[in-house]
């Protein structure tokens, strides 16, 4: 998602993408943020920093980080900046990233 | 003014100034550190934090025992500073590795090392190990590496941590620090002393002064009849997002720092001032990054950046006196993070010129007037 299409009114097709977000499925307008998605869902935390504290999305222009989520395995990706898509799983991101291939603790 | 015991103003308020601050302050006298302008070439603000003797000195055996010095000294010193400013700089001394894609460079480097040894005896062990015995014990290592060096003396610390917890001990331990103090000149006062001229258009009088200012020191230094010159290496650096997983291996390219983000540096390139990163550089740290270690393929690199070393002629630190006007001081070397516990020590002793002070003989400056006339 480029920063211009922040700027841009969602296409008012009324199509719209289902996805999965922590077990639940979620449908939203086609075209708009996860983060936007996700707000709209229950507006709860959908990360915890390392310390263990609760946080939501908050600048959605790609700037605070506070929005991390994991998309289809890739951890620490910005909902602000990922557009809803057909079929994504998305998880909180709990704490710092893991390291590919190196899941043992 | 106290007479009995002036106040020796330092010129620089980086990893070296700050460190020869503080040896002074322990051994009793009074420090005024003179910190520069914001936006001067600030190596302390940019460097990878490594403590690390791998290789230095091959050539120059007075380097290989000074740095072997300060090897052996980190541990208290570490333990000395967050008595004195509460910071634990996260020394992590558990040994570091040189990796190679290139035989022949190992091969090389293998040499240098046996050298560094012969230097050493028994203060220094390396090991040299092939790739399939580092991928035997550290899973993730990639195919690509043929083999590292190991040295179980190297390690690193929180650079930007140091800084902040040498600045903190300089004040706890008595010390004054003033930022944004750049020093335009330092002029010899007759009758002996300095007069120091301030950006800001004050003058300050001393006895001593200590110039610790990197690669500001250069013009300061010429002042004062110094011939040593320092020259900008830049070296580039790529910080990833943190991990929650730690890196297997410290190395002289990668380590993690201990907030979990994974550091990559260790290019050399002359730019004179140009600070700046470039595209060309930091793809190949990544590249670098990824063939020693796969799994840091995905992972995200936040920030980019360039700094400059202060690099004498042959690399190794200069520890002057100027003959033309005693009292003056030129401390200036590439390696301030590894060599600092020595400039918080014994490096008080030369200054003061006490019978404690160590034999600093081979780092004068006379050893560039002698290459050049060779």
Redesign the interface.
Known sequence: MKIVSRFQPPPKTGATAEFEYEGASITAPQGISLAAALLAHSGAYTRQTAGGDARAAFCMMGVCFECLVEVDGLPNTQACMTEVRQGMVVRRQIGLRRLNGCNDS | MNRTNPEIPVVGGGVVGLSVALGLLLAGRRVHVLDGADNDARASQGNFGLVWGQGKGWNYAPYAKWTSDALAAWPAFARKLVDLSGIDVALNQSGGFEFFTDAAEMEEFAAMLAQQQRHLGNRFSDEIISGDDLRAQM??IGGGVVGASFSQMDGHVNPLRFLRALRVAVGAAGGRVTMDAPVARVAPATGGGFDLAMANGQIARAEKVVLCAGLGATALAADLGFSARVAPQRGELLIT?????RLPFLSSTIRQVDE?GVQTGGTKADAGLDDSETLDVMAGLARHAVTVY???A???VVRAWGALRVMSPDGYPVYAHSSLYPGAYLVTCHSGVTLAPLHASVLADWIEGTSAAPDLEAFDENRFAISTAA
């Open positions: 899973p993730g997002e943190k991990l929650h997983d979990g796969p799994p840091l995905d992972v995200r």
